[in-house]
């Protein structure tokens, strides 16, 4: 049975079948990008379940992209922010965070604010998905290169 991540807050009391469907929503999406793709309501809870599913994934992977998916997400709490921050800046391998948001250019705005607050060094805003990961293959060519 699949469960439905609602329009609601998950947390600590969520049970397993929740967790493993918060889990699902970071996923390979393809080679070395990872699919980062939020929930409406972040949780510092649903933070932490999402990092450690990223923490699986890239184990073996020596160097990745995050592919991060707002288009449905509403602004995270200040809370939500200081524990992204902490896990971000714990990422060693992470390259590049390409973020698609729709069409809303406030979201744009505070994407971009918050992204910088929480210490990502490489990231992009975009509105569609296909933008972000156009910018994600320019990141991997120039690190290509670099090597």
Same mark, same amino acid.
Do not use: C, Q
């Given at each position: ?5 609602? =329009?609601?807050?998950? !947390?600590?009391?969520? !049970? ?15 080679? =070395?990008?990872?699919?980062?793709? %939020? ?9 932490? /379940?999402?990092?450690? /599913?990223?923490? %699986?994934?890239?184990? =073996? ?7 991060? =998916? ?13 524990? @992204?921050?902490?896990?971000? %800046?714990? @990422? ?9 948001? !729709? ?15 929480? !210490? ?19 990141h991997k060519k120039k690190d290509s290169m670099a090597v």
């Amino acid at each position: 049975m699949t469960i439905e991540i609602e =329009d609601r807050p998950y !947390g600590p009391m969520s !049970g397993p079948e929740e967790v493993a469907a918060l889990k699902s929503r970071v996923y390979l999406f393809k080679d =070395d990008i990872i699919m980062w793709d %939020e929930i409406p309501i972040t949780t510092v809870f649903s933070v932490k /379940k999402f990092v450690e /599913k990223l923490n %699986e994934i890239t184990k =073996d992977i020596s160097n990745f992209y995050i592919l991060v =998916d707002l288009t449905k997400n509403s602004r995270p709490s200040a809370k939500v922010r200081a524990v @992204l921050k902490a896990e971000y %800046e714990k @990422l060693a391998n992470f390259k590049h965070a390409a973020v698609f948001t !729709g069409s809303n250019f406030m979201l744009n705005i505070a994407s971009k604010f918050i992204l910088s607050f929480v !210490g990502l060094h490489s990231f992009s805003v975009h509105k569609t998905m296909e933008e972000a990961l156009a910018e994600i293959e320019k990141h991997k060519k120039k690190d290509s290169m670099a090597v």
